[in-house]
DNA sequence: CCTATTATTTCGGTGTACCTAAATAAATTA
DNA sequence: TAATTTATTTAGGTACACCGAAATAATAGG
């Protein structure tokens, strides 16, 4: 419970700690923490002590790692700063959506709390960013669609690309090659059993039917990097992340 | 000698070293560095060896520093990223002249070359920032408007103001509410001895007489911040400040 | 239930960029 | 010139964010 100074470490950890829950619910792991940073075993079990001093974290050794309430705070506001930028990146200075991750992730750090809400503005507060994730307002509410791993999905099922995860550039323009994009329509045709490929039909989104769609063979690493929302699901809940407070707190003093 | 592995710290020990002879020639101090750094004198004087090793300056004990061709190309290319965010941010993000500074003297260090050379292109690759100074090309050329320090000329005189320092914020809000900024028409009426205060009379930026001007008394912070090109004085000349290859070498693989 | 494997933490150590205090060189002044 | 003042460097130390290797806890297999 120290008087919280943070720093770009700090916010990719707790950041990082926040993005594996937001599909699924299962907390983090030392191990799995230390996979997504790229860093030692050992430095996450240092640094997970000091967000715990901070109170950033809830953690007991041995144990997963969960933000505390202060802890969702520093992640969604990281998370805002990250999705925005990706969106300012696209939209204002012609970047693709394969090369605005790497971006973000220095940027984020560096912005001020002013730079984000000028953007914000000219962006006309944003919810998606350009993978589809949705953006959490300067209040900290975000919105989930209720969407489904297109792994999981079986045949004859289908959906409207909802998000696709922004981590494998290459992946991304594979993808924008083959034209499936966030809003695709997709319709799985079949697959081949133990993580073979996966067979869809994807249409342009908008496409209300499949006539002029593709049919497209994804493989394993697609297939868990797209999300869909199935027809007649119900439109999308906002998830009152946090209540009270805006979240420019952390960075309005930060240098 | 060594690879030259650069940092945000290097970035701005050798981007200040260039701004200290970038209107006069004498060649910067350590102390001199230390103050502009807000540094202990001890932490230059390390700094500097690192510095030497790398060879972006040369030194030698107790004398002052000097950057190396490499240094200049270093400090160069960090001059230019500095100054086209701070003319971004005013001509795209509706920031006022004193807040561009400190939100560029981040920034300059987390943004990639190809946000550099996009920004560029938007903005159609300005030659001035919003302070007035010259941004250096991409292969660091930079044209230096020949300038003169305000408190340096002698009563009688005219100019158009072509640079105001940007460093304290005050002034720069002080000077746009009196109604200088860039371009600014001045002429020095008179001045009080001893560094007492410098009356001029301001015109708006075009106007060839003092019709409309405004008397103004302006204190010796602000005498020593504006630079005004005398009329009749030659157009300005290219300095040629590198031959040879772009500025991007260093970003170009930075973290 | 004991053992082997795996997960996690602890320990000792590195590089960067700072600091204060002490030592030394250079420049002034008497 | 000698003494004093000022500038600069060196010495010793801190915080941060890492690392590999060793120790320890949890889990899984027999
Ligand atoms: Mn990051
Ligand atoms: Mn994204
Ligand atoms: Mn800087
Ligand atoms: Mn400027």
Redesign the pocket.
Known sequence: MKPT?T????E?YVKVIYSFTEWQDKPI????LAAR??????????????LKDQDLVE?E??S?IRLTRSGLRLALSMVRRHRLLETYLVRELGYTWDEVHEEAELLEHAVSETFIQRMADKLGNPTRDPHGDPIPDADGHITMPPSHRLDELDAGHRGRVSRISDHNPELLRYLDEHGIGVDTELEIVGRRPFGGTLEVLAAPAGSKDMDRAVRLDLGDEAAVSLWVVTDGSHPGCTVQELTGGSLMSPHTASP
């Open positions: 100074p720093s770009s470490s700090i990719d792991t030392s191990t799995q940073l790229g860093v030692a075993n050992s430095s996450v079990s240092e640094m997970v002590r000091k953690h050794p041995y997963p």
